[in-house]
């Protein structure tokens, strides 16, 4: 029960923070940057689920984030629909691409499932840049119109800051219900062991084949919003350098934490614009980090924080030796 108050307590600040920060930060830039670290972080942690919870490695899970671009942006350049309209059928298709692509491949595990998404995300990324009719070919899709609601106008700097955030805070609770629930027991289950979960009674393929279309639909969620900030979209946005990148957000910020979601998007968000006299070596940069972290905080920032200072306080707290 505390820790359950703990955890409401912590949400209810960090709403009224991101609140204030749109109310506060007039900055367009620093506005933008704050919008981009929502879209990042909805696309981490749906892969956390995956991967931190679950245990399955994807290497393709920017073809999710791809399709949910590409839907909304489809309907509504093409055929004129309404965003809002063309929403639930983004989270459809990415959802369903998910189930069709999932049923098979999930069957492997480890090395082999890492090379069977990265598959599938290679297959989609050459598909958005050949499917000119559709997608816009090489040049991407043009003309993607703001978002509106009941007719305030939702495309400047705080207002799309707050439906982003909004998104993440309203995907946080749900991951955090489905964590602590029996689904998100059952998924720890199979990351531990896929053999001793099926034995004491767990659909190890059905629960994996669900956080996986789960994790797919929240990252076309993330698409839908990337499509109407920018108003453009192009191949280059969902290749398979941003699964990497999605994937070093995760362990970086600490697998099977969502708060570490969080911080792992906003550090290799925000890297770029530090590192910026060394963009060229921005793989390298990333690399770097990652192996440091895996060597030095293999849990990730957030659980290797919290460790070191449980430690230190252990230790005040222990008399001093004579």
Known sequence: MK????????????????????????????????????????LAVGLNMLMGYAGQISLGHAAFYGIGAYTTGAL??????????????????????????????????????????????????????????????????????????WGIDLSTGRNYLWVVWGCVLITFFICDRLVNSRVGRALRAIHFSEQAASAVGVDTAKAKLQVFVFSAMVAALAGFLYAHLVMFISPGSFGFL???????MVVIGGMASIWGALLGSTLLTMLPEWLHAFSDYEMVIYG????????????????????IYEKFRIERKQPAKD
């Open 76 to 149: 509504t350049v093409h055929l004129g629909w309404s965003p809002w309209a063309s929403l639930p059928c983004a989270l459809a298709a990415s959802g369903i691409i998910a189930y069709i692509v999932g049923k098979p491949t999930l069957k492997l595990s480890g090395y082999y499932l890492g090379m069977g998404t990265l598959g599938f995300g290679m297959i989609m990324h050459v598909l958005f840049r050949e499917w000119g009719s559709i997608t816009g070919g090489p040049n991407g899709l043009v003309g993607i119109p703001s978002l509106s609601l």
């Open 3 to 42: 820790q359950s108050w703990k955890k409401g307590l912590a949400f209810f600040v960090f709403a009224g923070v991101i609140f204030l920060a749109g109310l506060f930060l007039d900055n367009y830039f620093y506005q933008q940057q704050l919008t981009f670290i929502g879209i990042f972080t909805l």
């Open 242 to 248: 941003v699964s990497v990148k999605l994937v070093a």
């Open 288 to 307: 770097g980090i990652l192996m440091g972290v895996m060597i030095f905080l293999p849990q990730g920032l957030t659980r290797g924080v919290l460790d």
